[in-house]
């Protein structure tokens, strides 16, 4: 499991592009209320209706009428009467555009687009070159992903005024979402010089410029949107994820954490991004409170927060895997995945690494079993069940399991390495495992877990030199700490059959203080049992046999370490 930065734990978001700057809202300007002068605008806009139905009442076959009123229903939140009053206005005039525009917003509003299509499309026949039903029909067109479309309009649009920017902007999010992402940042350029105080259109660039890899002008972008709009949510996202993406955790908690005390504390993603930028930089209490904080700040919002709340303490059950308190992390999971079982798939492979870590073999196998009851089962979670197979002796079902994730194509390094060392550990099997190891070493020649694999199935099968080759050709390329205990470990093997038996006992004293760092008990108990093991086998190599019964004795000392090694030292100790 790895810490939230990579695993996810800690979710932050994609960064998301906003649909803004659309007339599509019917929206009503605020009227300052005069000195000692209060105004009741409810009474206003009851006022205004009842006079415009009193015309309806006197002028039934005005057009207009009706239109007046629709318009009042409608900025009297009334949105199904002003319907009825638009639709009346179109039967006496076919052709009254108020009341046509106006019906399609509505119908925007519903998102019922198709109707909304037909009447702009009805009235782009009579105003052909009219840039607003362009634009509408342009929206709508992006809403169903017509990009081909939407792009043709809104080059129609440009064509009409080249100054104007909204249509530019929305130009230039037709051109992210079809990754010509050049093209976006050339529209959204021109309607900057147009609309220089506009921070939709900063953020939209800053969003381009991320995409294009530009760290420094995305950076500057998004400053410059939240230097317009300093509580503008998506470029806060933004930016926060681009501090985290390039390792700048203190800028993202800079900028994230006066807007979450205020304005942002309602607004779970900034929080979530807040405590994992704590995390990146070692802060791990002040993320799990920040997480801890927003956990009860959903309580008794019934069960449309449980999933929410399940991921919550997920996470907060990785920051305590990143400090190697594992049994509390399982905990935490597990009470995750009881209030909601179909939360996400990530937390079934989460609970089954903690529970790997602290020695649980059969209660990871249980938990990944359970999870597919909900979820589809996962190339990862495959993985993880057949090293719980093989922790408890199930061989066969274990590269059973591995095996046909190979068949189906979809085998990664890990899949392959997993499979040789369960082949050459488990099943002793090493010639099958250097045929499998090698197979994938075709494919992922530099995966540090794999080269390892092969390089120590080699030594087994009693080719030092080349297992040395490959160890060597890791150099610098270690992967996650649990990579780092097998690689040590295996160069402590490499040292022991080269006949160096105390420059290999230090390597496994290393491996075996990495691995208790790690806070993998199975594990280091491991290293210190398949060191007693190779350093028996050594001996008998070397005609000693009383040097080996005593590495065999030390090893059945190991109290829970790995069964396939016990059996070797049973096997070794009876041929003694």
């Known amino acids: 499991m790895e810490p939230p930065r990579g695993n996810p734990f800690v979710a932050a978001p994609s960064i998301s592009l906003t649909q803004g700057l659309n007339d599509f809202q019917v929206s009503l300007a605020e009227t300052e209320p005069k000195e000692n002068r209060v105004i009741n605008t409810e009474k206003v806009f009851e006022a205004i209706v009842s006079r415009a139905a009193r015309d309806v009442d006197r002028y039934p076959a005005s057009a207009r009428a009706h239109f007046n009123l629709g318009i009042a229903l409608l900025n009297n939140r009334h949105q199904e009467d002003a319907v009825r009053e638009f639709e009346a206005a179109l039967k006496l005039d076919k052709k009254n555009y108020p009341a046509a525009i106006n019906l399609a917003r509505v119908r925007v509003l519903h998102e019922e687009y198709e109707d909304a299509k037909r009447l702009y499309e009805d009235l782009s026949r009579q105003h052909a070159d009219n840039p607003a039903l362009l634009m509408s029909l342009a929206w709508i067109a992006m809403r169903h992903e017509e990009f081909d479309k939407a792009e043709s309009l809104l080059r129609r649009v440009v064509g009409l005024d080249e100054r104007a920017a909204v249509p530019r902007y929305h130009l230039a999010i037709v051109f992210l979402k079809k990754g010509k992402t050049r093209d976006a940042i050339s529209q959204l350029k021109i309607a900057a010089r147009s609309d220089v105080r506009s921070p939709a259109i900063h953020q939209a660039l800053g969003i381009a410029y991320a995409v294009e890899g530009d760290s420094r002008r995305a950076i500057n972008s998004l400053k410059a949107a939240l230097a317009l709009a300093p509580t503008m949510r998506e470029a806060l996202h933004a930016l926060a994820i681009l501090y985290l993406r390039w390792h700048e955790p203190g800028s993202a908690v800079q900028l994230l954490t006066g807007y979450t005390?205020?304005?942002?504390?309602?607004?779970?993603?900034?929080?979530?991004?807040?405590?994992?930028?704590?995390?990146?930089?070692?802060?791990?209490?002040?993320?799990?409170?920040?997480?801890?904080?927003?956990?009860?700040?959903?309580?008794?919002?019934?069960?449309?927060?449980?999933?929410?709340?399940?991921?919550?303490?997920n996470n907060i059950g990785a920051l305590y895997?990143?400090?190697?308190?594992?049994?509390?992390?399982?905990?935490?999971?597990?009470?995750?995945?009881?209030?909601?079982?179909?939360?996400?798939?990530?937390?079934?492979?989460?609970?089954?690494?903690?529970?790997?870590?602290?020695?649980?073999?059969?209660?990871?196998?249980?938990?990944?079993?359970?999870?597919?009851?909900?979820?589809?089962?996962?190339?990862e979670s495959r993985t993880l069940l057949a090293v719980s197979l093989h922790r408890q002796g199930r061989n066969e079902e274990a590269v059973e399991e591995l095996a046909d994730v190979a068949r189906t194509g979809d085998a990664d390094a890990e899949v392959y390495a997993d499979l040789g060392w369960i082949l050459v550990d488990g099943k002793r099997d090493v010639e099958s495992a250097i045929e499998v190891l090698e197979e994938g070493y075709q494919r992922f020649r530099h995966h540090p877990k794999l080269v390892n694999n092969l390089a120590y199935t080699y030594l087994l099968h009693g080719e030092p030199q080349r297992a040395r080759k490959l160890l060597e050709s890791l150099h610098g390329i270690s992967g996650n700490l649990e990579n780092r205990v097998t690689q040590t470990a295996t160069w402590g093997l490499l040292r022991i059959w080269e006949g160096a038996l105390e420059e290999g006992i230090s390597y496994y004293d290393r491996a075996e203080e990495l691995a208790n760092k790690e806070g993998d008990k199975a594990l280091t108990r491991a290293v210190r049992q398949k060191m007693h093991l190779e350093l028996a086998r050594a001996h008998v190599r070397a005609g000693d046999p009383d040097a080996a019964r005593e590495e065999v004795a030390k090893g059945l000392k190991v109290k829970g370490g790995r069964e396939c090694y016990h059996e070797d030292l049973e096997s070794l100790r009876a041929s003694l």
């Open 261 to 313: 005390r205020k304005e942002g504390s309602e607004d779970r993603a900034a929080r979530e991004m807040l405590a994992q930028a704590y995390e990146d930089l070692g802060r791990i209490g002040d993320a799990r409170t920040e997480l801890l904080d927003l956990l009860e700040s959903l309580k008794g919002q019934g069960a449309a927060s449980s999933r929410e709340r399940s991921l919550l303490m």
């Open 321 to 379: 895997a990143s400090e190697k308190a594992n049994e509390k992390a399982s905990e935490w999971i597990a009470r995750a995945i009881k209030l909601c079982p179909d939360a996400d798939p990530v937390l079934y492979t989460n609970l089954a690494k903690t529970y790997l870590w602290t020695d649980k073999p059969e209660e990871a196998w249980q938990v990944l079993i359970w999870g597919r009851k909900y979820f589809a089962p996962s190339r």
